[in-house]
């Protein structure tokens, strides 16, 4: 449910992210980007390059700028379509930034502190010494997706707490102030079908852009040969005989992984896939190839377009014009909500 239409009313609104952090990977593609890449043409789509996000943690300002570029050009590459879809990177839009405070007024300490990537993300340096942006981050996120009047929000499964904590603040400040956001869905994978591929290497944890364990993700600018290679090392286990390649994520992490992966791939349930199998080794080379199908075409775009950057550039500039519009317009709604006076108003003040 809309409270406030722009664009094409009879679409659902869709708005989803992604950092410039660290290299994308085959768990960001088979989790969120293709679920992008089709609700292109089902919803009024909005996606950004969460750069601000990716302030969160260090880096280099040259490297920064150079991963906000290659991220756009590589979600181009993967098939957004600026005709169809709103590209944009986050900080060309004011209105996130300045929806986020409302957002960090809105959210409790002990909410934020429950947060379990906020936990992950600081169990190695502590949280004494992480910034207080990755505590907030939710926030921020929070008011990415509300910004835009959000119906659906394509992510993977590790999202699922971020999600709920944007629907509980959207709730509590409509209780508040009066209906101002919509209540966002999450749209997640089923399980089993790319909602959280896991690290080949270690497959009890998330494939992840930022990992102690690079030779278990598949990035998405791999070599062929070293995507071959990561999935022909993937970690399974030692059971053999007729009945061990089977898909059971408890007890046989790693083989599932792969099950899913080729699954999702597929179009077919891991559990149906597996009764194709008898060896780990088939299973890994049939892997290797459907990975290998989906991958290299993109890898292939993403060549093409770098050859244009004032493309790339153009797509930015003019999605992040048609983002400002709606972004804005929310933002003002939900500052007359909280009460704050209009710039230049005098319809408050009263005395
Ligand atoms: P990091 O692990 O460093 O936080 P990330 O790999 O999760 O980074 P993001 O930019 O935070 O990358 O995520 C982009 C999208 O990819 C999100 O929707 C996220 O849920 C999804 N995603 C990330 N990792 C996976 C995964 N292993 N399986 C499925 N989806 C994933
Ligand atoms: N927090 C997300 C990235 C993200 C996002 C968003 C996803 C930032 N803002 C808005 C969906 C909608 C992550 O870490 N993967």
Redesign the pocket.
């Known amino acids: 449910m809309r409270v406030v239409i722009s664009g094409d009313s009879t679409l659902p609104r869709v708005l989803?992210?992604?950092?410039?952090?660290?290299e994308?990977?085959?768990?960001?593609?088979?989790?969120?980007?293709r679920y992008w890449v089709e609700d292109q043409s089902r919803g009024d789509c909005f996606y950004c390059v969460?750069d601000l996000?990716g302030l969160t943690?260090a880096g280099d300002a040259s490297e920064r700028r150079t991963a906000s570029i290659t991220m756009a050009t590589l979600l181009l590459a993967a098939g957004l379509d600026p005709d169809v879809c709103t590209l944009f990177l986050q900080s060309h839009v004011p209105a996130h930034s300045q929806l986020a405070w409302i957002m960090e007024c809105t959210a409790s300490y002990g909410e934020l502190s429950r947060m379990t990537?906020f936990k992950d993300?600081t169990a190695k340096g502590g949280e004494q010494a992480s910034r207080v942006g990755l505590f907030t981050y939710p926030c921020l996120m929070a008011a990415d997706i509300l910004a835009y009047d959000a119906d659906r929000v394509?992510?993977?499964?590790?999202?699922r707490q971020h999600l709920e904590l944007a629907r509980d603040l959207a709730q509590r400040f409509n209780t508040t102030y009066g209906d101002t956001f919509v209540v966002p869905e999450a749209a997640?994978?089923p399980p089993g079908r790319?909602?959280?591929?896991?690290?080949l290497q270690d497959p009890t944890r998330?494939?992840?852009?930022?990992?102690d364990n690079p030779g278990g993700v598949v990035g998405l600018f791999d070599s062929p040969g070293d995507i071959e290679r990561k999935i022909k090392r993937a970690v399974t286990d030692t059971e053999a005989g007729p009945g061990a390649l089977r898909y059971d994520r408890e007890t046989k992490p790693g083989v599932s992984n792969l099950l899913e992966l080729l699954g999702t791939l597929r179009g077919n349930d891991p559990e149906t896939v597996a009764l194709d199998y008898t060896r780990y080794g088939d299973l890994k080379a049939d892997v290797a190839s459907a990975v290998l199908e989906v991958v290299e075409p993109i890898q292939q775009r993403f060549r093409e377009i770098s050859k244009d950057p004032d493309y790339v550039a153009d797509v930015l500039r003019s999605g992040a014009r048609s983002a400002n519009k709606v972004a804005s317009a929310t933002l003002r709604r939900a500052y007359r909500a909280v009460g704050l006076v209009a710039a230049g108003g005098t319809d408050a003040i009263r005395w």
């Open positions: 989803s992210g992604i950092q410039p952090t660290g994308p990977h085959l768990g960001n593609l088979l989790g969120a980007l969460v996000h943690v990537q993300k394509p992510v993977g499964d590790d999202q997640i994978a790319g909602a959280r591929i896991m690290n998330k494939m992840s852009k930022t990992t």
